[in-house]
């Protein structure tokens, strides 16, 4: 991952913010939208003897994403909270779901607060772009003051609860200060990378990636060229309606300025359903 972010951090050095955003564009509308797209086959997996469960898994997760466009519809900014929060905690818990093992309230809550960490470094290094996507959204901005303080409340957060798991020996001291340096890199990261290539970088390589080999090794019992390719095909299908989902959706909005704006609006609504699949793949696995 190390690697990889090394060599887009230097593409976009290279080529600048333009070609670098369309490459970011590129990257979550095609391994980004792929990484969900086999969400119903591991439903279907996880309640193979019951033909009733499926099918009623289905309802759930369609009647989700249903809900999810409504709400954005009906209130986009109240939209935009619920992504950010579903996603924060998806991205804690596909980082971290193996290297603690504890259940509890403790455990999830640690997911919640790596992720916001995240989401807060990209919007704390990136105000100007930030404002430009919440206004062409939702026609005001977050303060680059609570962006500020949520930042620091979940840094704290972070590392005290990261001493309290290692005091209860339910993670290394090696994973923790890996954690941190992989933290303060990806800082670093954001802060010489516009917004959206910054989000592509990480939801790419250190989400898309990793969930997809779990995934490919949850439905085949192994990783390897044939199960990945197989993975890709089964999710060929939903990924081309994902896709022409967005362009119509950009194309068909004229409110929306910024294509990034219509691209949210799609991701915001296959999370909340690609969240519990996982979670219920990750409690089963």
């Not at 600048?16 to 095609?30: K, Q, R």
């Not at 259940?103 to 999830?108: A, F, Q, S, T, V």
């Amino acid at each position: 991952m190390i690697f990889f972010t090394f060599l887009l951090f230097w593409f976009g050095i290279q080529f600048g913010e333009i070609v670098e955003d369309s490459f970011a564009f590129f990257l979550v509308i095609t391994i980004g939208i792929l990484h969900g797209a086999n969400d119903l086959l591991i439903l279907s997996k996880r309640n193979f003897s019951s033909k009733k469960n499926v099918n009623k898994n289905l309802l759930i997760y369609l009647f989700m994403i249903t809900l999810c466009v409504i709400l954005f519809f009906l209130n986009s900014f109240v939209a935009i909270i619920t992504f950010i929060v579903i996603s924060a905690f998806h991205f804690g818990e596909e980082h971290f779901s193996e290297k603690i093992k504890q259940n509890g309230i403790e455990r999830y809550f640690y997911f919640f607060i790596y992720g916001l960490i995240v989401f807060g470094m990209l919007f704390y290094n990136s105000e100007i772009q930030l404002k430009e996507i919440m206004i062409d959204l939702v026609g005001i901005s977050f303060s680059p003051y609570l962006v500020k303080v949520i930042l620091l409340i979940s840094v704290l957060l972070f590392l005290l609860m990261s001493v309290y798991f290692f005091l209860k020996k339910q993670i290394s001291l090696k994973i923790v200060v890996r954690e941190i340096f992989y933290l303060m890199f990806l800082f670093l990261v954001f802060k010489t990378t516009s917004l959206i290539y910054g989000f592509a970088i990480y939801f790419i390589l250190w989400h898309s990636l990793p969930s997809i080999l779990h995934q490919v090794l949850y439905l085949s019992g192994e990783v390897n060229k044939q199960t990945v390719l197989k993975f890709v095909r089964k999710a060929l299908l939903f990924w081309v309606i994902s896709a022409i989902g967005i362009l119509l959706l950009y194309f068909l909005t004229p409110s929306l300025k910024f294509f990034s704006s219509s691209l949210f609006a799609v991701l915001f609504a296959v999370t909340a359903p690609h969240m519990w699949v996982m979670s219920t793949m990750k409690s089963t696995a």
